[in-house]
Structure formats: C-alpha cells, structure tokens
C-alpha cells in the first residue's frame, strides 16, 4: 500500500481549473518533487493533501484512508506535516513554544484539566516541552529556544518551521518552496538539512521547489505539471533532458 496516493484529482475555483487529473503515488521514505511554472497548481495540490481544500473530485488516500471530508488537524493526525512557502511562524511567541503549539492535536487532556491544573495536565505539557527541547537540541537550536522569531535570520525561521513540523513526527513532510528567499549560503545547508531529516528522521518528503539545484540534488523522482496537468514524471535526469519541460519550465540555461 502506498503512503499517499492521490487519484484523478481535480479542483476548480469557479471557472479556474487549478488542478487537473492529477495523480500520484509516494511510497515510504522516498524523496520526490513537484515542480512546474508560477501558478501550475502545485500549492494547490498540497492544500489539497493537508486538507484545506476539500477536491472538486477524485480522491487522496494516506495510508489507505481516503480523506475527503476530513479537516486539516486530521489530516495532520493521519501523519501529515507541512512547511508554507511564505513563512508561518507565530512572532510573538517564543520558537520553543512554535514547536509545543503544533502538537495541539494529541495533547491528551480535557478543558477541564487545563483549568484545573490536573496532573494528567502537567504530565502532558513536560511530555511536550521534553520532546520539543529534544527536537532543537537535534537540530542544534536549543540555545534558541527562548528566542522569539523576528529575532533571527530569515534561513534560521525557515529552520524553526520544518522543526516545527517535525514535531508531530510525520510519515510525509511537505515542503512548500523551502530555498524561497534563502541566499545561495542557506541553500547549500538547506540541502545538507532535508538529506539529514530524510535519513535520520526515516520518513517520506515531498517537495515544491524552483531552485533546481535544491531539486537535481535530494529528489529520487520529480513530477511536473503545468496549467494544473501533469506533462512530465521521471528521475531528475530523465526531467533534465525532457524537451517538454525545457520548452514549458526549465529553460536552456538551467539544463
């Protein structure tokens, strides 16, 4: 059974056909990309995957479980983690407690507990700062824990987010544009990071991306649609050399 499997998937807004057809399988632990031109459909495609957008029709599958219907946060119970490509930290809270809020979802107490101060509130509010601490030690960020967003560099926030998302400890993490707005210095350590996760963290990462540095050098398998359609699938070299994504994506220059 794949990991996440997305069958004639089509979502339009209005008269706007953002997503055409489109299919695909991940399997565990693969690395692949979903790249194409300004306004493919690719965003949209993830919105679709982590349920902020329910499909005009076809269906997506996580593990087997077809999700339509299903809300964000139980998308994201299912094992499903993303990044934005426009960065969603909050700003006037610390990066420690970034981390501890995207665990909401299985916090494991009542209302009630948390008025109360209940020890069953306790256990679970040091369970979640234990594992988030552990996480930024991880990812060498523990002396930026109490540190708040806006305070640290652009390619650190992007490095806050995917932690962040690794919270939850994804089967399938989403990267939206992770390279978008990082100097060439970010991107080398960018690459370094999502080759780190993908080992050490053993799981699936499916990526957006137009830096096709960031995309020739991590991905196993690159998908390319354009105007919402597929016209391309294959391993980087294969995409390299494909004369329809050259004329419609990549450009000489960039093969």
């Not at 909050?90 to 407690?97: A, G, H, I, Q, R």
């Amino acid at each position: 059974m794949a990991l996440l499997e997305i069958s004639e998937l089509t979502q339009r807004f209005g008269g706007l056909l953002a997503v055409n057809d489109f299919s695909v399988q991940l399997e565990n632990h693969e690395l692949c990309a979903l790249i194409g031109p300004n306004g493919a459909g690719k965003t949209t495609v993830f919105n679709l995957v982590s349920g902020f957008y329910q499909p005009t029709s076809g269906f997506i599958k996580i593990d087997g479980k077809n999700t339509r219907g299903l809300k964000p946060h139980q998308v994201t119970a299912l094992g499903i983690a993303r990044t934005f490509q426009n960065i969603r930290l909050w700003k006037d809270m610390t990066v420690l407690d970034n981390i501890k809020v995207s665990q909401h979802y299985r916090l494991g107490y009542s209302l009630m507990d948390s008025l109360m101060r209940t020890r069953r509130y306790a256990d679970r509010e040091a369970s979640i700062e234990r594992t988030s601490m552990e996480l930024l030690e991880f990812m060498d960020m523990r002396d930026l824990a109490n540190e708040y967003p806006p305070n640290l560099p652009y390619g650190t926030q992007r490095k806050v987010e995917i932690a962040r998302a690794l919270s939850i400890k994804p089967k399938l993490l989403l990267l939206d544009e992770p390279a978008a707005g990082l100097p060439s210095s970010d991107v080398v350590e960018l690459i370094r990071l999502v080759e780190w996760i993908h080992k050490e963290f053993d799981m699936a990462i499916w990526m957006i991306e137009h830096q096709m540095t960031v995309v020739m050098s991590l991905c196993q398998r690159i998908k390319v649609i354009d105007f919402g359609a597929t016209i391309a699938e294959g391993t980087p070299e294969e995409i390299r050399n494909n004369p329809v994504v050259i004329r419609a994506y990549l450009g000489d220059e960039n093969i």
